[in-house]
């Protein structure tokens, strides 16, 4: 029987950024913005404060809205 505060089971759940929709985190894309754009992390090894993003073209291409209304926070 696990420990009630045993981390044993938990799926970390994320939301994409587009669509608002909650997924497991493995199943999205994530990313971080940098002065000269947005850099994917496709090996989920770089410590930065990321957004995450599903891999369907309708996300993609909402992507360049989202990063439109997110140019006035601070970047990187």
């Known amino acids: 029987m696990p420990n009630k505060n045993s981390k044993a089971g938990h799926i970390p759940i994320r939301t994409c950024v587009v669509c608002k929709k909650k997924v497991d985190q493995k199943q999205l894309l994530n990313f971080f913005l940098t ?42």
């Open 35 to 76: 002065e000269s754009g947005i850099v994917f992390d496709c090996n989920r090894i770089i410590q930065v404060r990321k957004f995450y993003l599903c891999p369907v073209a309708d996300c993609f291409k909402g992507l360049a809205k989202w990063r439109k209304s997110h140019q006035k926070r601070k970047i990187r």
